[in-house]
């Protein structure tokens, strides 16, 4: 017998699931799918945190057979001893920030995104009101595919409840959108709020729907740039030359 579930993860700080050194002027860029360009976090790196989390709690060695051999599969060492009963699939974007001239930020997705959360909420037969909503949300968002409307965003019904919108338009980085309102953005938007913890989340009035190329636009040039410095164990001063950017 298999089970599965869906999993949704937000990050309160910023994330960085690298992928090694680059040759271009970020020395340390974030791992993206290779089609999309979508920032993702490797499954693999996901399964490692979890099974680190689970030896922890449960005081288990990891070098010999037991539970964590059991779920997680052998160690690095025995990795060929035991196959695990726990597979767990890449965190694939759903919603990404953006400064907003109006509301502070945005949360965006785009009709892409939405129709892949349906997808893989269909293949591990996750049922619910969320998956509900977003299925809703994605029969309004096809005309987004259109290029003529990468100038438009989809947006929760009721200026009132959007505060993004001002003028007609919301403005996310610099760019401007003319807004169109609708019932499933918001809807969508508040049913993420009650799986993540609350209208604290701000997805119910923050919500917003891109075009694909809109969205990934923003989601490769609009990730956060941070200069960072290597410091000298023994002195704590600056190392030479160990000025990189991530």
């Known amino acids: 017998m298999s089970h599965s579930a869906l999993i949704l993860l937000y990050a309160e700080t910023p994330l960085h699931p690298g992928t090694g050194s680059a040759l271009g002027a970020i020395d340390l860029p974030v791992a993206r799918e290779r089609v999309t360009g979508w920032p993702l976090v490797p499954g693999s790196s996901l399964k490692g945190i979890l099974r680190d989390t689970c030896r922890r709690q449960h005081g288990e060695s990891d070098d010999k057979p037991g539970n964590l051999w059991n779920v997680f599969g052998g160690d690095t060492k025995h990795a060929s001893d035991a196959a695990g009963a726990f597979s767990v699939t890449d965190a694939r974007l759903l919603a990404f920030p953006l400064r907003s001239l109006s509301g502070l ?30 299925e809703a949300l994605v029969k309004i968002t096809h005309a987004q595919r259109n290029s003529s409307r990468d100038s438009v965003a989809i947006v929760p019904k009721d200026s009132k409840e959007s505060p993004l919108i001002s003028g007609g338009k919301i403005i996310l980085e610099e760019f401007d959108y003319t807004a169109e309102e609708h019932d499933a953005v918001r809807e969508f938007g508040a049913a993420l709020d009650d799986e993540l913890g609350g209208a604290e989340m701000r997805l119910k009035s923050h919500l917003a729907v891109l075009s694909d190329n809109a969205f990934a636009f923003s989601t490769r040039f609009a990730t956060e740039v941070m200069a960072r410095i290597k410091l000298n164990p023994e002195t704590k001063t600056v190392e030479g030359g160990a000025l990189f950017y991530q």
């Open 105 to 134: 930020f945005a949360w965006v997705t785009c009709p892409a995104a939405l129709e892949r959360f349906v997808r893989d909420a269909k293949v591990g037969k996750v049922k619910g009101d969320l998956v509900a909503k977003a």
